[in-house]
Nanobody
Framework: QVQLVDSGGGLVTAGGSLRLSCVAS????????VGWFRQAPGKDREFVAW????????HVDDSLKGRLTISRDNAKNTVYLQMNTLKPEDTAVYYC?????????????????WGQGTQVIVSS
């Protein structure tokens, strides 16, 4: 099993930056793909980014490329989501999620473990 604790959200003005962290624990965390999803008020949860188990491969949703970067430090069991040039439409609850295995996925139904979520609010 994998346990996830995400943090780093907050209130920021448009154009600012935040770095979200997802600390993972559990026997299989080093063999898990970790992703970030977000859910804006009144909207469905959507994919943001994933990083594979080793940190050698990653993918950010096309609509967010250039502003968001995902990375992983397995020595610290932590996955980061660096968010730059934030916009009001980035306001959402951000969740990290994980599934055990060597693959990757943009589909939230493939993820078995979820963090509690961290709120990001971007003011204009």
């Amino acid at each position: 099993q994998v346990q996830l604790v995400d943090s780093g959200g907050g209130l920021v003005t448009a154009g600012g930056s935040l770095r979200l962290s997802c600390v993972a624990s559990g026997r299989t965390v080093s063999r898990s793909c970790v992703g970030w999803f977000r859910q804006a008020p009144g909207k469905d949860r959507e994919f943001v980014a994933w990083v594979n188990w080793s940190g050698t491969m990653s993918h950010v949703d096309d609509s967010l490329k250039g502003r968001l970067t995902i990375s992983r430090d397995n020595a610290k069991n932590t996955v980061y989501l660096q968010m730059n040039t934030l916009k009001p439409e980035d306001t959402a609850v951000y969740y990290c999620a994980a599934f055990e295995g060597w693959g990757s996925s943009t589909s939230q139904t493939d993820y078995d473990y979820w963090g509690q979520g961290t709120q990001v609010i971007v003011s204009s």
